[in-house]
T-cell receptor, first 115, second 117 residues
Framework: AQSVTQPDIHITVSEGASLELRCNYS??????LFWYVQSPGQGLQLLLK??????LVQGIKGFEAEFKRSQSSFNLRKPSVHWSDAAEYFC?????????????FGTGTRLTIIP | DTGVSQNPRHKITKRGQNVTFRCDPI?????LYWYRQTLGQGPEFLTY????????KSRLLSDRFSAERPKGSFSTLEIQRTEQGDSAMYLC???????????????FGPGTRLTVL
């Protein structure tokens, strides 16, 4: 069965500082990996996705993520955070073996930005 | 592209009542998904449709839950005899599906927050 672990429940970062959110997955083959962001009371917005190819993927709002097969990780990074980045971030896994119908999400990391 | 829409955005009901939620997917997307998200958790898969066919249901979807997508466009999720444990955010998503058999990115709606008193 596929699973996702986001080890950090809550992270606090100063505005302008760099950010890295961790994501580890378990999947039997090459996964499809996603990062979504959720603002309070809102649905999920896709930040970026990895299907194949270049292991460093660029997303919206200046985010990037790197797929490391050897570490089963797909960490999200941003060089300089803005106050508007405060939100809940979810990593998700799907994949061709399962047709990508069923995304499995981690429990999320809540990001707080301090001035 | 107007995005995925869901109605209502909020629903408060008393235990034992029936509720129905509606999801309108992105118009050209033939796959539609329902997820449930409880407080402090990530979304959990409930069910999905390809056009009007319901292809998979999670064990989370008890007999009190039913989902339909009668014409392959909008979908409804009904919960009968609601229980307090049904209180959650119900999220709908849609995606395209091509002849290669592989689905693409799921795009989510804003969700319907259900509170069962």
């Amino acid at each position: 069965a596929q699973s996702v672990t986001q080890p950090d429940i809550h992270i606090t970062v100063s505005e302008g500082a760099s950010l890295e959110l961790r994501c580890n997955y378990s999947y039997g083959a090459t996964p499809y990996l996603f990062w979504y962001v959720q603002s309070p009371g809102q649905g999920l917005q896709l930040l970026l996705k990895y299907f194949s190819g270049d292991t460093l993927v660029q997303g919206i709002k200046g985010f990037e993520a790197e797929f490391k097969r050897s570490q089963s990780s797909f960490n999200l990074r941003k060089p300089s955070v803005h106050w508007s980045d405060a939100a809940e971030y979810f990593c998700a896994v799907g994949g061709p073996n399962f047709g990508n119908e069923k995304l499995t999400f981690g429990t999320g990391t809540r990001l707080t930005i301090i001035p | 592209d107007t995005g995925v829409s869901q109605n209502p955005r909020h629903k408060i009901t008393k235990r034992g009542q029936n509720v129905t939620f509606r999801c309108d997917p992105i118009s050209e997307h033939n796959r539609l998904y329902w997820y449930r998200q409880t407080l402090g958790q990530g979304p959990e898969f409930l069910t999905y449709f390809q056009n009007e066919a319901q292809l998979e249901k999670s064990r989370l979807l008890s007999d009190r839950f039913s989902a339909e997508r009668p014409k392959g466009s909008f979908s409804t999720l009904e919960i009968q005899r609601t229980e307090q444990g049904d209180s959650a955010m119900y999220l709908c998503a849609s995606s395209p599906w091509g002849p290669s058999g592989l689905t693409d990115t799921q795009y989510f709606g804003p969700g319907t927050r259900l509170t069962v008193l």
